[in-house]
């Protein structure tokens, strides 16, 4: 089992999320990333999405959050990126943070 993946994520926050400034409801926050994860089933680009809609500042980047190890994301992300094959896109992911669609690249 690898010790690191590289991995890049689209990130939809709601209000009262960790670290939110967002407007939107938990409910808004989930129909948006599900309409984005049928973008991406229907061969939508994940970094232009990304760039467009994240939350995170990887957003300019794409979503890249470059190569990390175990015990540096929280553990539902953290689960999903070492769970998945490079190439493979997760289901929708809730953390603290708000919901994610993750992407291993590596």
Same mark, same amino acid.
């Given at each position: 089992? /690898? $010790? !690191?993946?590289?991995?890049? *994520?689209?990130?939809? +926050?709601?209000?009262?999320?960790? @670290?939110?400034?967002? #407007? @939107?409801?938990?409910? =808004?926050? %989930?129909?948006?990333?599900?309409?984005?994860?049928?973008?991406?089933?229907?061969?939508?680009?994940?970094? !232009?999405?990304?760039? !467009?809609?994240?939350?995170? &500042? /990887?957003? #300019?980047?794409?979503?890249? %959050?470059? @190569?990390?190890? @175990?015990? +540096?994301?929280? &553990? =539902?992300? #953290? =689960?999903?990126?070492?769970?998945?094959?490079?190439? #493979?896109? $997760?289901?929708?992911?809730?953390? &603290?943070?708000?919901? *994610? %669609?993750? !992407?291993r690249t590596e």
């Open positions: 089992m /690898s $010790s !690191q993946v590289r991995a890049s *994520h689209i990130l939809l +926050m709601y209000k009262g999320s960790m @670290r939110s400034q967002a #407007e @939107r409801s938990k409910e =808004e926050a %989930l129909a948006a990333i599900k309409s984005f994860q049928d973008d991406l089933n229907d061969g939508a680009d994940f970094g !232009q999405i990304a760039r !467009q809609f994240s939350d995170c &500042p /990887s957003g #300019e980047e794409g979503g890249d %959050l470059g @190569r990390f190890g @175990r015990g +540096m994301m929280v &553990p =539902e992300f #953290e =689960e999903a990126a070492f769970s998945m094959q490079p190439g #493979e896109v $997760s289901d929708v992911i809730e953390t &603290p943070f708000g919901f *994610h %669609l993750i !992407q």
